[in-house]
């Protein structure tokens, strides 16, 4: 019993991959095919240009690095899932796993380095969020 709901927690991780690389694909044409009513500068045009380049470029970091820390988490699971319950794991195995599952882990750390690469608006937000923690009241 307990191995399948491992089978089906393993499989619907996969879907769920291909949504979110569907998802940000989405929001990329979204932005690209974006109508602006009016007559815009020159200069807005560039800065909206700049703008969206720089978010497709941040959603490329993040579904890469995403799948990069996920993906071998998952593997992992599909082998354990579809294994026999009395085989034993190697020791290498072993050192995968905690291996894949600091992976995931570190994702959470990662994502928002990411994101303080690639958005002005977020590294001055953190800036602003630094400087009012260390300003006594």
Known sequence: MEESIWRVIVLC????????VILYSIIF???KTQAHPG???????????RRNRSVFHMSIAIVTVF????LPFSTNHLIIAY???????SCSFSIYFYVTY????????INPIICFMFS??????????IKC???RA
């Open 13 to 20: 991780q996969f879907p769920a991959l291909l949504l979110l």
């Open 29 to 31: 044409i979204k932005l």
């Open 39 to 49: 007559e815009q500068s020159t200069n807005n045009q560039q800065h909206r240009k």
């Open 67 to 70: 799948l990069l820390c996920w």
């Open 83 to 89: 294994q026999d319950s009395s085989a034993h794991f």
């Open 102 to 109: 600091f992976l995931i882990h570190a994702y959470c750390a």
């Open 120 to 129: 002005s608006n977020y590294r001055q937000g953190i800036k602003r969020l």
């Open 133 to 135: 923690s260390f300003v």
